[in-house]
C-alpha cells in the first residue's frame, strides 16, 4: 500500500476544515460529517478550537482509499499560527491549498503560496464555497493566475483538449510530446504535479458535498508515492505532551524504518524509543516499528526540536515566518518570575513561534509572539494547564539588525593560561535568509574539531546588533581563519572568541535596522480611496488599486507593522464600518525611522557587559582588554581580507526641526525669479524696478487684505490653496498630533480651515500628497464648506497647486499658502499671491481675534450704560473727585 501525507492549508474562513471533514467521510473515516460552527469537527480536538471555531493546532488522521493510506494534516489557517503551519510544510508529500471562491486569493493566500514554494512542495488547489451567490469561475481563475501562478489550470473533464494544451505549455518535453501524439500522458501530468510546474485547479463545495468526490478521485489518480532510501531517517516537525505530561516527538520517517528501543542521536545525546504512537485526531494506537512515509509520535526523547534531521535526514533552514511583536509578561503579586520561566519554556519547546526571553538586568520576562489572538491562547493554557493567571504589557515591535557590507571580524580570549583567536567573514545575506554559517577555514591553519566549536558556538545563540542590541539576520558568517594553542586551549575559550569576533565585525559593518512589515487588502467604498490612499503613504506602506467593482474599491500592498497594527480601527471610523482590512507578515525590510528607533532604545554597544566587543590578550603572564578599535593592531593570525583604501563608516544624520531661518525669504525668492525668469525679457524691461513679492503678489492678510496689489482684480473669487502636509509639519500643535496619528493633524487642520472660510468667504482648497502610492487616483472630497484634495501617483502636492495657480491665475485671485522655498518660486513664476505657514497661522488667528472682538463690540453696543448718558463735563468731574 502506498503511503502520501498530505496537508490541508487555506486562510481562515476558506472551509479548510470542512474539506477535511469531508475527505475523512469519502474514505470511511467517519460516519457523519462534523461542523466547525456545531463543534464536531473530527480533527478540532482542543476544546479552544471549538469555543473559538478556528484550527490552533496542527493534527493528522489516518485514512485509507483503496491501495492508498493518506495521513492527512489539518493546519491553521489564522496568521497568527502561521508558524504552526509551516512546521507541518516540511513533512508534506502534497498540499491541498483551499480557495474560498467568493473572497478569492487573499494575503495570507500568498504568504501559504510562497511557503509551498520556499518548501518545494507538489500543490492541488480546491475553490471551495461556490454554491455562494456571486462566484465565479472565470473570476476566480483570473485571481489565481494573477496571484499565484498562470499554471494554475483549471482540470475540466468537459475541456479536455484546452486543459491539455495548457499543461504542454508548461514543459518543453511534455510540448514534444504533445505536438507528437496530440495528447497528454498521465504519467506527465503526474511529472508536472510533482516538479511544481503545473497546479491542478477543482471547484465545488465542501459544506455541500458538491464537487468534492470528483476532486479525489482526481487527486488519488494524480498523486504517486515518493521513494525512500534504506538507512534511517526522519524529520521533526513537532513538539507535544499527552494528558499524562509525556513528552512527544512528532515526526515524518523520511528513509528507512524505525523500531522501539531504537537508539536515537539528537544535539549529540543519545536517547532510546520507548514508544511509537501513530494518532488519528484524539486517539491513537502502538507500533512496534515503523515504516518510511509514516507519521508517528515518540516518546523517550527529550533533546529534539522542531525542524531537526534524525539519521541521514538534513536540519531545515531557520523558519520563514517568525514574531514580530514583543509583550512584558505581567504576574500577580507574590508570584517570583523564576517559578513561571520552568512552565514558559515548556510551552516555548512544544511552539518554537513563541519566543521566551529572559532579561536579567530587570528580572523580567518577554514573549515574542505573531498576534494578540495568539497571547488569548497562551493567557488559556497557562490558567488551564499550570493554574498561573497572566496579563501582558504594552506590545513592541520585535526590530532585527543586519549589516549591508562586508566586513571581517576578529575576536581574540588570551587569558592566562588560555588562548583562542577567530576570524570571521560578515556579509549581508539576501532579504528574509536568516542567519547561515559555514567554514572555508584550512584544517592545516584550525583543526577540523575546533572549526566545529566555532560553527556550534555561532549556532548556539542569537547575537545581538549593535544599533539597538536586536538580534541580527539575513547574514552570512564565514569562518576563515584562527589559532589554537596546543596547551593552553579549551572549548570554552573558542566560545569567548568566537562571540568577541562577531561583535568585533558588527561594530565594523555599516548596519541597518529592519523592522516587520504585513501584507495588506484594504476593502473601501470608491469615494474613500483618495484618503485611504493618503493614510498609506503616510504610514510608509505602498499600494496599487487591485480593482473597482461597482462602488467598492480594493487596495493591495505591504506597510510596516509598527505604522498599522492599529489601522483597522481608523478603517472602521472613516468608512463607517463599511471597510475591511485584512493582513498577514510578509517579513523584514528595511525601518522607515531608523534615527527614531535608535534614540528610543539609547543602546550603547560598548556598555553592554553581556556583549563585549573588545578582546582579551596576555602580556607578561597578565590579561588586559583591547578595545574592538584596537583589535586588528594586536591580533596573532593574518588578516583575511585586505584593508581596505578608504572609510566607508556609516554616518547617521539626525534630522533637525527647521527653524525661521531655514526659509527663504521673499526678497530671496524675488532675486532669483529675476536671475532666472526676467533673465531673457530684453533690454528695453531693465529700467523697470521690479516690484517685490510682498509689493506684487505677496502681502500677508495679517497687514490687512485691502494693501494688496493691484496685480489682483478685486471683482475676481479668491481661492487659497494649502498645501497640508507642509503646514502639519510647521505648526507644533499639529506637529505634535503626527507622532499618535497623521489622521488627527489632518483632521484638525481640516477644521480649522473650515471655521477659517466661515470668516474670510474665500474658496479654500487644501492639497495632501499621495504621490508615492502606486495606481493612486486623484481624489477630491468636500469637507463642510472647504474642498480636499489628494494627489494622484507621481504628483505632489506641488504639482497640483502649481497646476491649479497656472491654469486659473486669470479666472480667480489665488493665494497659495506653504513654506516650501522651492515651490514658493514656482508659485511666484505662476503669478500668485504667497504667504508662508507662520503667516496663515497668524492670519487666521488674526481673523478669530477681530471676530470675537466684533462680537464683544456688539453685545457692548447692545448695553444701556450711565456713562453713556452723561455730559462730558460732569465725566471730568467725576474723574478729578
Same mark, same amino acid.
Given at each position: 500500500?502506498?503511503?502520501?501525507?498530505?496537508?490541508?492549508?487555506?486562510?481562515?474562513?476558506?472551509?479548510?476544515?470542512?474539506?477535511?471533514?469531508?475527505?475523512?467521510?469519502?474514505?470511511?473515516?467517519?460516519?457523519?460529517?462534523?461542523?466547525?460552527?456545531?463543534?464536531?469537527?473530527?480533527? =478540532?480536538?482542543?476544546?479552544?478550537?471549538?469555543?473559538?471555531?478556528?484550527? %490552533?493546532?496542527?493534527?493528522?488522521? *489516518?485514512?485509507?482509499?483503496?491501495?492508498?493510506?493518506?495521513?492527512?494534516?489539518?493546519?491553521?489557517?489564522?496568521?497568527?499560527?502561521?508558524?504552526?503551519?509551516?512546521?507541518?510544510?516540511?513533512?508534506?508529500?502534497?498540499?491541498?491549498?483551499? *480557495?474560498?471562491?467568493?473572497?478569492?486569493?487573499?494575503?495570507?493566500?500568498?504568504?501559504? #503560496?510562497?511557503?509551498?514554494?520556499?518548501?518545494?512542495?507538489?500543490?492541488? %488547489?480546491?475553490?471551495?464555497?461556490?454554491?455562494?451567490?456571486?462566484?465565479?469561475?472565470?473570476?476566480?481563475?483570473?485571481?489565481?493566475?494573477? =496571484?499565484?501562478?498562470?499554471?494554475?489550470?483549471?482540470?475540466?473533464?468537459?475541456?479536455?483538449?484546452?486543459?491539455?494544451?495548457?499543461?504542454?505549455?508548461?514543459?518543453?518535453?511534455?510540448?514534444?510530446?504533445?505536438?507528437?501524439?496530440?495528447?497528454?500522458?498521465?504519467?506527465?501530468?503526474?511529472?508536472?504535479?510533482?516538479?511544481?510546474?503545473?497546479?491542478?485547479?477543482?471547484?465545488?463545495?465542501?459544506?455541500?458535498?458538491?464537487?468534492?468526490?470528483?476532486?479525489?478521485?482526481?487527486?488519488?489518480?494524480?498523486?504517486?508515492?515518493?521513494?525512500?532510501?534504506?538507512?534511517?531517517?526522519?524529520?521533526?516537525?513537532?513538539?507535544?505532551?499527552?494528558?499524562?505530561? $509525556?513528552?512527544?516527538?512528532?515526526?515524518?520517517?523520511?528513509?528507512?524504518?524505525?523500531?522501539?528501543?531504537?537508539?536515537?542521536?539528537?544535539?549529540?545525546?543519545?536517547?532510546?524509543?520507548?514508544?511509537?504512537?501513530?494518532?488519528?485526531?484524539?486517539?491513537?494506537?502502538?507500533?512496534?516499528?515503523?515504516?518510511?512515509?509514516?507519521?508517528?509520535?515518540?516518546?523517550?526523547?527529550?533533546?529534539?526540536?522542531?525542524?531537526?534531521?534524525?539519521?541521514?535526514?538534513?536540519?531545515?533552514?531557520?523558519?520563514?515566518?517568525?514574531?514580530?511583536?514583543?509583550?512584558?509578561?505581567?504576574?500577580?503579586?507574590? %508570584? =517570583?518570575?523564576?517559578?513561571?520561566?520552568?512552565?514558559?519554556?515548556?510551552?516555548?519547546?512544544?511552539?518554537?513561534?513563541?519566543?521566551?526571553?529572559?532579561?536579567?538586568?530587570?528580572?523580567?520576562?518577554?514573549?515574542?509572539?505573531?498576534?494578540?489572538?495568539?497571547?488569548?491562547?497562551?493567557?488559556?493554557?497557562?490558567?488551564?494547564?499550570?493554574?498561573?493567571?497572566?496579563?501582558?504589557? /504594552?506590545?513592541?515591535?520585535?526590530?532585527?539588525?543586519?549589516?549591508?557590507?562586508?566586513?571581517?571580524?576578529?575576536?581574540?580570549?588570551?587569558?592566562?593560561?588560555?588562548?583562542?583567536?577567530?576570524?570571521?567573514?560578515?556579509?549581508?545575506?539576501?532579504?528574509?535568509?536568516?542567519?547561515?554559517?559555514?567554514?572555508?577555514?584550512?584544517?592545516?591553519?584550525?583543526?577540523?574539531?575546533?572549526?566545529?566549536? *566555532?560553527?556550534? /558556538?555561532?549556532?548556539?545563540?542569537?547575537?545581538?546588533?549593535?544599533?539597538?542590541?536586536?538580534?541580527?539576520?539575513?547574514?552570512? %558568517?564565514?569562518?576563515?581563519?584562527?589559532?589554537?594553542? $596546543?596547551?593552553?586551549?579549551?572549548?570554552?575559550?573558542?566560545?569567548?572568541?568566537?562571540?568577541?569576533?562577531?561583535?568585533?565585525?558588527? !561594530?565594523?559593518?555599516?548596519?541597518?535596522?529592519?523592522?516587520?512589515?504585513?501584507?495588506?487588502?484594504?476593502?473601501?467604498?470608491?469615494? !474613500?480611496?483618495?484618503?485611504? !490612499?493618503?493614510?498609506?503613504?503616510?504610514?510608509?506602506?505602498?499600494?496599487?488599486?487591485?480593482?473597482?467593482?461597482?462602488?467598492?474599491?480594493?487596495?493591495?500592498?505591504?506597510?510596516?507593522?509598527?505604522?498599522?497594527? $492599529?489601522?483597522?480601527?481608523?478603517?472602521?471610523?472613516?468608512?463607517?464600518?463599511?471597510?475591511?482590512?485584512?493582513?498577514?507578515?510578509?517579513?523584514?525590510?528595511?525601518?522607515?525611522?531608523?534615527?527614531?528607533?535608535?534614540?528610543?532604545? $539609547?543602546?550603547?554597544?560598548?556598555?553592554?557587559?553581556?556583549?563585549?566587543?573588545?578582546?582579551?590578550?596576555?602580556?607578561?603572564?597578565?590579561?588586559?582588554?583591547?578595545?574592538?578599535?584596537? *583589535?586588528?593592531?594586536?591580533?596573532?593570525?593574518?588578516?583575511?581580507?585586505?584593508?581596505?583604501?578608504?572609510? =566607508?563608516?556609516?554616518?547617521?544624520?539626525?534630522?533637525?526641526?527647521?527653524?525661521?531661518?531655514?526659509?527663504?525669504?521673499?526678497?530671496?525668492?524675488?532675486?532669483?525669479?529675476?536671475?532666472?525668469?526676467?533673465?531673457?525679457?530684453?533690454?528695453?524691461?531693465?529700467?523697470?524696478?521690479?516690484?517685490?513679492?510682498?509689493?506684487?503678489?505677496?502681502?500677508?492678510?495679517?497687514?490687512?487684505?485691502?494693501?494688496?496689489?493691484?496685480?489682483?482684480?478685486?471683482?475676481?473669487?479668491?481661492?487659497?490653496?494649502?498645501?497640508?502636509?507642509?503646514?502639519?509639519?510647521? #505648526?507644533?500643535?499639529?506637529?505634535?498630533?503626527?507622532?499618535?496619528?497623521?489622521?488627527?493633524?489632518?483632521?484638525?487642520? !481640516?477644521?480649522?480651515?473650515?471655521?477659517?472660510?466661515?470668516?474670510?468667504?474665500?474658496?479654500?482648497?487644501?492639497?495632501?500628497?499621495?504621490?508615492?502610492?502606486?495606481?493612486?487616483?486623484?481624489s477630491v472630497e468636500d469637507y463642510h464648506n472647504i474642498r480636499v484634495v489628494y494627489t494622484a501617483e507621481a504628483q505632489t502636492a506641488d504639482h497640483y497647486i502649481e497646476r491649479f495657480a497656472r491654469e486659473n491665475r486669470k479666472k480667480y485671485r489665488v493665494t497659495v499658502a506653504t513654506s516650501d522655498g522651492l515651490q514658493q518660486i514656482i508659485i511666484r513664476g505662476s503669478g500668485a499671491g504667497l504667504m508662508s505657514a507662520r503667516e496663515l497661522r497668524e492670519t487666521i488667528k488674526s481673523a478669530e481675534d477681530t471676530l470675537a472682538k466684533e462680537h464683544l463690540s456688539k453685545n457692548k453696543k447692545d448695553k444701556n450704560l450711565i456713562e453713556d448718558m452723561i455730559s462730558d463735563e460732569l465725566k471730568k468731574k467725576l474723574e478729578i473727585e
Amino acid at each position: 500500500m502506498r503511503k502520501l501525507t498530505v496537508g490541508v492549508l487555506a486562510h481562515v474562513d476558506a472551509g479548510k476544515t470542512t474539506l477535511s471533514e469531508s475527505m475523512l467521510y469519502y474514505s470511511g473515516k467517519i460516519r457523519t460529517l462534523g461542523r466547525v460552527d456545531n463543534k464536531d469537527a473530527y480533527l =478540532d480536538t482542543f476544546e479552544l478550537e471549538r469555543a473559538r471555531g478556528i484550527t %490552533i493546532f496542527s493534527k493528522q488522521a *489516518v485514512m485509507n482509499f483503496d491501495d492508498t493510506e493518506i495521513t492527512l494534516l489539518d493546519t491553521p489557517g489564522h496568521v497568527d499560527f502561521s508558524a504552526e503551519m509551516e512546521r507541518t510544510l516540511q513533512v508534506l508529500d502534497y498540499a491541498i491549498l483551499v *480557495v474560498s471562491g467568493m473572497d478569492g486569493v487573499q494575503n495570507h493566500t500568498k504568504t501559504v #503560496w510562497e511557503l509551498l514554494d520556499n518548501y518545494n512542495v507538489p500543490t492541488f %488547489i480546491f475553490v471551495n464555497k461556490m454554491d455562494q451567490k456571486g462566484t465565479e469561475v472565470n473570476r476566480v481563475m483570473e485571481s489565481l493566475h494573477k =496571484d499565484l501562478s498562470d499554471r494554475c489550470i483549471y482540470f475540466n473533464d468537459e475541456d479536455i483538449d484546452e486543459r491539455n494544451e495548457l499543461l504542454a505549455l508548461c514543459d518543453e518535453d511534455v510540448m514534444d510530446n504533445f505536438m507528437t501524439l496530440g495528447d497528454v500522458s498521465d504519467e506527465d501530468i503526474r511529472d508536472l504535479i510533482i516538479d511544481r510546474k503545473a497546479f491542478p485547479v477543482f471547484f465545488g463545495s465542501a459544506l455541500k458535498q458538491d464537487g468534492t468526490d470528483e476532486f479525489f478521485n482526481q487527486f488519488l489518480y494524480y498523486t504517486d508515492e515518493r521513494a525512500y532510501p534504506e538507512e534511517f531517517g526522519a524529520k521533526v516537525f513537532k513538539i507535544t505532551r499527552d494528558s499524562q505530561g $509525556n513528552r512527544l516527538t512528532h515526526m515524518k520517517i523520511t528513509a528507512g524504518s524505525l523500531k522501539v528501543k531504537d537508539p536515537i542521536e539528537s544535539n549529540e545525546m543519545i536517547e532510546k524509543v520507548n514508544q511509537i504512537r501513530v494518532y488519528s485526531g484524539e486517539k491513537y494506537h502502538t507500533e512496534s516499528s515503523v515504516e518510511a512515509g509514516t507519521i508517528c509520535a515518540v516518546t523517550g526523547l527529550t533533546k529534539t526540536r522542531p525542524g531537526e534531521g534524525l539519521g541521514i535526514e538534513v536540519k531545515s533552514n531557520s523558519p520563514y515566518l517568525e514574531p514580530v511583536l514583543s509583550y512584558k509578561l505581567l504576574l500577580e503579586d507574590g %508570584i =517570583d518570575e523564576r517559578q513561571v520561566l520552568p512552565y514558559l519554556r515548556e510551552l516555548e519547546d512544544e511552539e518554537p513561534e513563541l519566543r521566551i526571553l529572559w532579561e536579567e538586568e530587570n528580572q523580567s520576562i518577554f514573549i515574542q509572539v505573531m498576534g494578540k489572538v495568539q497571547l488569548e491562547i497562551l493567557t488559556s493554557i497557562l490558567e488551564n494547564r499550570f493554574g498561573i493567571n497572566v496579563g501582558f504589557g /504594552h506590545g513592541e515591535i520585535v526590530y532585527r539588525e543586519t549589516i549591508k557590507d562586508t566586513v571581517e571580524g576578529v575576536g581574540h580570549f588570551e587569558p592566562l593560561r588560555h588562548y583562542s583567536e577567530v576570524h570571521l567573514l560578515m556579509e549581508a545575506g539576501p532579504k528574509g535568509s536568516g542567519m547561515m554559517f559555514s567554514s572555508k577555514c584550512s584544517e592545516d591553519i584550525l583543526s577540523r574539531n575546533w572549526q566545529n566549536l *566555532v560553527l556550534q /558556538h555561532l549556532n548556539e545563540k542569537a547575537h545581538r546588533g549593535v544599533l539597538i542590541g536586536a538580534n541580527i539576520t539575513d547574514m552570512k %558568517i564565514t569562518l576563515v581563519s584562527g589559532r589554537a594553542h $596546543n596547551k593552553h586551549t579549551s572549548g570554552g575559550d573558542f566560545r569567548q572568541a568566537t562571540y568577541r569576533a562577531v561583535r568585533q565585525g558588527l !561594530m565594523e559593518a555599516s548596519s541597518v535596522i529592519l523592522e516587520p512589515y504585513y501584507r495588506f487588502k484594504l476593502n473601501i467604498p470608491e469615494n !474613500m480611496v483618495g484618503k485611504a !490612499m493618503t493614510d498609506i503613504d503616510q504610514i510608509h506602506g505602498t499600494c496599487v488599486i487591485e480593482k473597482i467593482e461597482g462602488n467598492s474599491a480594493t487596495l493591495v500592498g505591504e506597510a510596516p507593522v509598527a505604522t498599522m497594527r $492599529n489601522y483597522q480601527e481608523e478603517v472602521y471610523a472613516y468608512t463607517k464600518g463599511e471597510g475591511r482590512l485584512s493582513i498577514s507578515v510578509k517579513g523584514y525590510d528595511i525601518c522607515h525611522n531608523p534615527e527614531e528607533i535608535i534614540e528610543k532604545f $539609547n543602546y550603547d554597544p560598548e556598555l553592554d557587559l553581556f556583549n563585549p566587543s573588545g578582546s582579551v590578550f596576555c602580556s607578561k603572564g597578565t590579561g588586559y582588554t583591547v578595545a574592538w578599535d584596537e *583589535v586588528k593592531k594586536h591580533m596573532h593570525v593574518e588578516s583575511y581580507l585586505k584593508p581596505s583604501k578608504g572609510n =566607508d563608516e556609516k554616518v547617521i544624520v539626525r534630522k533637525k526641526k527647521p527653524s525661521e531661518d531655514d526659509y527663504i525669504s521673499h526678497e530671496e525668492i524675488d532675486a532669483i525669479f529675476n536671475k532666472t525668469f526676467y533673465a531673457n525679457q530684453g533690454r528695453k524691461s531693465i529700467w523697470k524696478k521690479r516690484k517685490t513679492s510682498k509689493e506684487s503678489y505677496y502681502t500677508s492678510t495679517s497687514t490687512k487684505s485691502n494693501n494688496r496689489s493691484n496685480s489682483y482684480d478685486k471683482s475676481k473669487e479668491e481661492y487659497l490653496l494649502v498645501d497640508g502636509y507642509n503646514i502639519i509639519h510647521d #505648526w507644533p500643535e499639529l506637529k505634535e498630533d503626527t507622532d499618535s496619528s497623521m489622521g488627527i493633524a489632518r483632521d484638525k487642520l !481640516m477644521d480649522i480651515l473650515s471655521n477659517y472660510q466661515a470668516i474670510r468667504k474665500c474658496q479654500i482648497i487644501l492639497v495632501f500628497d499621495a504621490y508615492r502610492v502606486k495606481g493612486g487616483r486623484e481624489s477630491v472630497e468636500d469637507y463642510h464648506n472647504i474642498r480636499v484634495v489628494y494627489t494622484a501617483e507621481a504628483q505632489t502636492a506641488d504639482h497640483y497647486i502649481e497646476r491649479f495657480a497656472r491654469e486659473n491665475r486669470k479666472k480667480y485671485r489665488v493665494t497659495v499658502a506653504t513654506s516650501d522655498g522651492l515651490q514658493q518660486i514656482i508659485i511666484r513664476g505662476s503669478g500668485a499671491g504667497l504667504m508662508s505657514a507662520r503667516e496663515l497661522r497668524e492670519t487666521i488667528k488674526s481673523a478669530e481675534d477681530t471676530l470675537a472682538k466684533e462680537h464683544l463690540s456688539k453685545n457692548k453696543k447692545d448695553k444701556n450704560l450711565i456713562e453713556d448718558m452723561i455730559s462730558d463735563e460732569l465725566k471730568k468731574k467725576l474723574e478729578i473727585e
